[in-house]
């Protein structure tokens, strides 16, 4: 399995940004695409974006469009969320994912808090 570690949560105001980054280690070949999840409180957990392995291939959720940039740096391991001009609407612990390839669980990441608030 993948072990993934977050960083870069924490407060800002509306409008502002931050960037997440997550590193990943151990069977980086078990998994096929890596992505951000959040989870606001009382809320499902949803996924805002995910990128291929070879970044070839880039999905986002219709609610960060236009907003987030997911990137990754396979020479580091590491998967990247740039987040522009946040909304309070956007408060959540954020996960990192690692897509297990088949007959592979998925892997997550312990969360880092971002809170939008003036």
């Known amino acids: 399995q993948v072990q993934l570690a977050e960083s870069g949560g924490g407060v800002v105001q509306p409008g502002g940004s931050l960037r997440l980054s997550c590193v990943a280690h151990?069977?980086?070949?078990?998994?096929?695409?890596m992505g951000w999840s959040r989870q606001a409180p009382g809320k499902q957990r949803e996924l805002v974006a995910a990128i291929s392995n070879g970044g070839g291939t880039i999905n986002y959720a219709d609610s960060v469009k236009g907003r987030f940039t997911i990137s990754r740096d396979n020479t580091k391991n590491t998967v990247y969320l740039q987040m522009n001009n946040l909304q309070p609407e956007d408060t959540a612990v954020y996960y990192c994912k690692g897509f297990g390839r088949i007959g592979r669980e998925d892997s997550w990441g312990k969360g880092t808090l971002v809170t939008v608030s003036s």
């Open positions: 151990g069977s980086i070949d078990s998994i096929y695409a």
